[in-house]
């Protein structure tokens, strides 16, 4: 095998496997959209913002800003749901402590 052909191979094998990565990652904001009504909102309310700050002219240093803080927020809701989905996988019944916790990881979010 010539190494031409061998790095050719190999980069086809990375990109099948960056494929099937991304592939599992669209799977999962898809869950995110389809199980939580708080990700559907975050998106409406952002996407607002931005056309809103577009229309009245907000500067580009503003809106990055914007965008930067908005992403921030989704990925807290995000990483709040697989806290509270572990959680109820790992103790079904309601429980104190993981009640504290599950609020706890909320008030992040909305401290966001």
Same mark, same amino acid.
């Given at each position: 095998?010539?190494?031409?052909?061998?790095?050719?191979?190999?980069?086809?094998?990375?990109?099948?496997?960056?494929?099937?990565? @991304?592939?599992?990652?669209w *799977?999962? !904001?898809?869950?995110? /959209?389809?199980?939580?009504?708080?990700?559907? #909102?975050?998106?409406?309310?952002?996407?607002?913002?931005?056309?809103?700050g577009l229309?009245?002219?907000?500067?580009?240093?503003?809106?990055?800003?914007?965008?930067?803080?908005?992403?921030?927020?989704?990925? @807290?809701?995000?990483?709040? *749901?697989? !806290?509270?989905?572990? /959680?109820?996988?790992?103790?079904?019944?309601? #429980?104190?402590?993981?009640?504290?916790?599950?609020?706890?990881?909320?008030?992040?979010?909305?401290?966001?």
């Amino acid at each position: 095998m010539s190494g031409q052909n061998f790095w050719f191979i190999k980069m086809k094998e990375s990109l099948i496997r960056i494929k099937k990565s @991304l592939g599992f990652s669209w *799977t999962g !904001v898809k869950y995110l /959209f389809s199980t939580q009504r708080n990700f559907s #909102h975050h998106l409406i309310v952002y996407c607002s913002v931005i056309i809103l700050g577009l229309l009245l002219g907000v500067g580009t240093i503003k809106l990055a800003i914007v965008i930067v803080m908005s992403s921030f927020v989704f990925l @807290l809701e995000a990483l709040n *749901t697989v !806290v509270e989905e572990i /959680f109820d996988f790992l103790h079904p019944k309601f #429980h104190r402590k993981v009640g504290n916790i599950k609020d706890s990881m909320a008030g992040i979010v909305l401290m966001a």
